[in-house]
């Protein structure tokens, strides 16, 4: 690495001042470290090669391997610019000051031990190839370090290594730090500083800690620390291929700072009572990108607030006590391929803030897959398997949610109070409750949503869909298999097409609303095909079959009307256990087009004495005929 080293790496060692002997021992040689030779010297054949260490030779020291200088000092005295000092094998006392523009170098970490501290304040200072132990190593100059070890042994100090000057460091570790709120590596400085290989371990308290830094890590690893693995705070971090394992309250936690991260694992992050927060990578205001992320056994495994904006993609967590990606207070995160396995809490929760997801997994989220609050979500390509209370969960919020699946959950989808819901592309499975519940005041828009074999859960009476007091319009839902009703609209208004109901108790109840449904079918319900109650349904171009008599729910009429304004357009209502249509309650029905009640087990037209119809229909082979109900 340095300008002698190119002396030891041509053959003709004899032109270096001084050179190791070709005979010397092999562990004596500083060319065995590997370090890359430069040409940085103005003439690297006046460079010379000052040993350093114990000798038997009576004669006095000159620096040569035979006849070292007994201290790094003693060396220093005599050095010059381009000169190395080479420590040999052994443990030395303290280096008061590195010379400008000469090398310090050991014979590996292994085997040469220096005492601290050692400040390199000269521009171009180099050192590797050793331990530093009971010091601090403060680069206060542009410097380089290789093959480095810090380390706190009799006297551990709360920092091990203060960079505020440029530095490039190559395969440099520090470890055992004593506890202190500083942090065992602290740089402070715009200069870029460049770590590449080694790492931190076993700190009492946080393992890196730059502020206002220009910093790239590559292949470090962060292990054991008490307090957070990193705190960047301000200016710019790009962490590649870092991994950390064992901190406390954070990671990796990025302060205002420009943040990349790729290839990036961080494993067991506990939870920290003062900060309370356990999470694996944590941004707070900044901007971040993030690659092939993977975080596991932490409380909360990526979280983005106060404004931070987070892009990218390949994010993966595992067994987060809390939530597995959370987005909070203003911030805002658009990724790609997102996987959260065995969240305590939700997969990904979004609060008072926005996310555009493609391509989320959540798999056994205790109490939701997804949850938003007075939020904005786009997710696109969402699984969510084992979602707890809710697979996708929205509180006043803007939803766009496309190519949804959900299954086994207490309920699918709920959205509650929305600004906007945009549901286009829905597979909900296996839940208890609900496939998809809407609870207004709102608006939302339905497209292609299947619910299936929905199981019966804490409610009496579930259902496949459930709209309560809001606005709807869609087209194109499927209800089929299970127990509770098929549709359930309280209150909603709007209109949807396309709906088909199959194998269900009710197939359509609706209470206190004004909806209009068209292009609808209803085969194999358990009481009603459709019920109307204390509210006005519209009915185009609907099929109403196969419907049989409930105890429990009430006779299979095919359309059933209780003090609630019906309108038929083109239906067929026949083939039920039930009347083909009953208005009862005082209910007014108004049939236009073709109405067919046929071919049903009580009559084709039940009517109480306080209701009334208008309109044309045909009813054929009824069981008990075709009108009956009011003498």
């Known amino acids: 690495m340095s300008r002698p080293l190119a002396c030891l790496l041509l053959a003709a060692l004899a032109a270096c001042e001084d050179a190791v002997p070709a005979e010397g021992p092999a562990d004596a040689r500083p060319a065995d470290l590997g370090l890359r030779a430069d040409a940085a010297a103005p003439d690297a054949a006046l460079a010379r090669l000052l040993h350093v260490g114990p000798s038997d030779d009576p004669r006095p020291p000159d620096g040569s391997q035979a006849r070292p200088w007994p201290t790094p000092d003693a060396a220093a005295a005599v050095a010059r610019p381009g000169d190395v000092i080479f420590l040999l094998p052994g443990r030395h006392p303290a280096l008061t000051a590195l010379p400008p523009g000469v090398e310090l170098l050991g014979a590996g970490p292994e085997a040469t031990t220096l005492a601290g501290p050692l400040t390199l304040d000269a521009d171009g200072a180099r050192a590797g190839g050793l331990r530093l132990v009971d010091g601090v190593l403060a680069v206060l100059a542009p410097a380089a370090l290789h093959g480095l070890e810090v380390v706190g042994e009799a006297q551990p100090a709360e920092t091990h290594l203060e960079i505020r000057a440029e530095a ?20 402070e400085t715009p200069a870029p500083v460049a770590w590449t290989g080694g790492g931190v371990a076993d700190v009492a308290g946080i393992g890196l800690r730059t502020l206002g830094a220009d910093l790239r890590l590559a292949r470090l690893d962060l292990v054991r620390t008490t307090g957070m693995g990193a705190l960047v705070d301000a200016g710019s971090a790009r962490l590649d291929d870092v991994r950390l394992r064992g901190a406390a309250g954070a990671g990796l936690r990025f302060l205002e700072a420009e943040v990349a991260l790729q290839g990036v694992v961080l494993e067991d992050v506990a939870y920290d009572d003062t900060q309370n927060t356990g999470s694996g990578v944590g941004f707070i205001g900044g901007t971040a990108t993030v690659r092939d992320v993977t975080i596991a056994r932490v409380e909360r495994g990526l979280r983005a607030t106060l404004g931070a904006q987070v892009t990218g993609g390949g994010v993966r967590v595992r067994e987060a006590q809390n939530d597995g990606v959370t987005v909070h207070q203003a911030a805002r ?6 996987a959260v396995e065995g969240a305590g809490n939700a997969g990904l929760t979004v609060s ?3 996310a555009d997801v493609e391509g989320l997994e959540v798999r056994a989220a205790r109490r ?37 699946t959900v299954t086994g959950a207490a309920v699918g989808v709920q959205i509650t109070e929305p600004v906007l819901a945009e549901v286009a592309g829905a597979q909900l499975d296996a839940c208890a409750d609900a496939g998809l519940a809407v609870i207004g005041p709102g608006r939302v828009a339905l497209a292609d949503v299947a619910i299936q074999a929905l199981t019966g859960g804490v409610e009496a009476l579930p259902a496949g869909l459930q709209i ?3 606005e709807i319009a869609g087209h194109d839902v499927l209800v089929a298999g299970g127990v509770g009703e098929g549709l359930h609209l309280d209150g909603a208004t709007g209109a949807l097409a396309g709906v088909r109901v199959e194998g269900h108790g009710p197939g359509v109840v609706a209470f206190e609303g004004t909806v209009a449904l068209e292009d609808v079918t209803v085969t194999g319900a358990a009481g009603a095909g459709v019920l109307a109650s204390a509210g006005a349904l519209t009915l185009r171009g609907a099929t109403i079959g196969g419907t049989t008599d409930a105890p429990a729910i009430g006779p299979g009429d095919g359309v059933a009307a209780l003090d609630a304004e019906v309108t038929l357009i083109d239906v067929a209502s026949a083939g039920n256990a039930g009347s083909g249509l009953a208005l009862l309650g005082g209910s007014r029905g108004q049939l236009a087009g073709r109405v067919d009640l046929s071919d049903n087990g ?3 037209l039940q009517l109480d004495c306080a209701s009334r119809v208008e309109g044309d229909f045909q009813a054929a082979r009824n069981g008990r005929g075709v009108q009956g109900g009011c003498p």
């Open 168 to 187: 490039e460091l190559v395969d440099v570790t520090v470890r055992d730090v004593a506890p202190g709120e500083a942090g065992a590596v602290i740089v």
């Open 333 to 338: 995160v658009q990724l790609v391929d997102v």
């Open 352 to 354: 008072g803030a926005a």
């Open 368 to 404: 939701a897959g997804v949850f938003v609050a007075d939020g904005e979500v786009d997710l696109r390509r969402v699984h969510v398997a084992d979602g707890g209370d809710r697979g996708i969960t929205a509180l006043r919020s803007t939803v766009h949610l496309a190519e949804i």
């Open 468 to 470: 309560f007091d809001a």
């Open 602 to 604: 009580a009559y084709g």
